[in-house]
Nanobody
Framework: QVQLVESGGGLVQAGDSLRLSCVGSGRTFSSYVMGWFRQAPGKEREFVAGVNWSGGRTYYAGPVKGRFTISRDNGKNTVYLQMNSLKPEDTAVYYC??????????????????WGQGTQVTVSS
């Protein structure tokens, strides 16, 4: 089992950068696929980015590709989401997620067993 705690959200202006962090508990953190989802007000939750167990493979949703970077440090049980060139439409609650390794590359919510509590990101225009 993995417990996930996000941090790093906040209020920024359009064009600014922000880095989210997610610390996972447990000795098996490195065996999980890690990712980020987000949910904007009045919208469905959507996939943002994912990274395989080693950090060697990353994948992104179209709207964030080229602006966001996901990475992980297994020695610190931490996954990061670096968000650059933020836009007002990036405003959402961001959730850190974990899935078994065989779900590497998945963008489906139902494949991710573990979810953090979420951190709010607000981008003003």
């Amino acid at each position: 089992q993995v417990q996930l705690v996000e941090s790093g959200g906040g209020l920024v202006q359009a064009g600014d950068s922000l880095r989210l962090s997610c610390v996972g508990s447990g000795r098996t953190f490195s065996s999980y696929v890690m990712g980020w989802f987000r949910q904007a007000p009045g919208k469905e939750r959507e996939f943002v980015a994912g990274v395989n167990w080693s950090g060697g493979r990353t994948y992104y949703a179209g709207p964030v590709k080229g602006r966001f970077t996901i990475s992980r440090d297994n020695g610190k049980n931490t996954v990061y989401l670096q968000m650059n060139s933020l836009k007002p439409e990036d405003t959402a609650v961001y959730y850190c997620v974990a899935a078994p390794a065989y779900y590497s590359g998945s963008t489906r919510q139902e494949d991710y067993d573990y979810w953090g509590q979420g951190t709010q990101v607000t981008v003003s225009s």
